[in-house]
């Protein structure tokens, strides 16, 4: 059973960096990518973007592009996101995603709060 | 971008009785080269990541109850839940993996009457 656990709450200052770590296991780590999804307090799921653990390849949400980098690393079977100069409504959970060869999102991690506070 | 548009925002069923959510895709999210139809319905529950429930607009993942079914095709989509359970109350999401970026609804609170 393939399982994603990330890593602990946040709190950051404005203008700072985050970076949120989401170690697989129960699969074969390069067999599927990563996608990240946020949710800010009381609202929707956003799509962040994704990442092939297998080659590296990487495709993020327009609105976030400059600011969000998705690595990982495969010794480890750990996939990592980075989101830079974090503002108020950066506050939300994020969520690390399995993503099948469909495309869907079958195994989510149990979310990070990340909270954005001067 | 594919606007994912759900409705009712929330609603308030009786124990035993039927759900209904609809979801309505800006496009068609049918891929005409194998004639399905790239839109997942996920369940979050309080506190909890979401779960997937249904893909390809209409099949169950294997261990979700058959209460649970989704029709429809090319913009309109529909999630019912046939007998409403108490462990239902959640948050339902359709989502299209038709192109990129994916888009999520907004979401339709599911409570007890």
């Known amino acids: 059973q393939a399982q994603l656990v990330q890593s602990g709450t946040e709190v950051k200052k404005p203008g700072a960096s985050v970076k949120i770590s989401c170690k697989a296991s129960g699969y074969t780590f390069t067999s599927y990518d990563i996608s990240w999804v946020r949710q800010a307090p009381g609202q929707g799921l956003e799509w962040m973007g994704w990442?092939?653990?297998?080659?590296?390849?990487?495709n993020y949400a327009q609105r976030l592009q400059g600011r969000v980098t998705m690595t990982t690393d495969t010794s480890t079977s750990t996939a990592y996101m980075e989101l830079r100069s974090l503002g108020s409504d950066d506050t939300a959970v994020y969520y690390c995603?399995?993503?099948?060869?469909?495309?869907?999102?079958?195994?989510w991690g149990q979310g990070t709060l990340v909270t954005v506070s001067s | 971008d594919i606007v994912m548009t759900q409705s009712p925002d929330s609603l308030a069923v009786s124990l035993g009785e039927r759900a209904t959510i609809n979801c309505k895709s800006s496009q068609s999210v049918l891929y005409s080269s194998n004639n399905k139809n790239n839109l997942a319905w996920y369940q979050q529950r309080p506190g909890q990541p979401p779960k997937l429930l249904i893909y390809w607009a209409s099949t169950r993942k294997s261990g979700v109850p058959d209460r649970f079914s989704g029709s429809g095709s090319g913009t309109d989509f529909t999630l019912t839940i046939s007998s409403l359970q108490a462990e239902d109350v959640a948050v339902y999401y359709c989502q299209q993996y038709y192109s990129t970026p994916r888009t999520f609804g907004q979401g339709t609170k599911v409570e007890i009457k």
């Open positions: 995603a399995r993503v099948d060869n469909s495309g869907l999102l079958d195994y």
């Open positions: 990442i092939s653990p297998y080659n590296g390849k990487t």
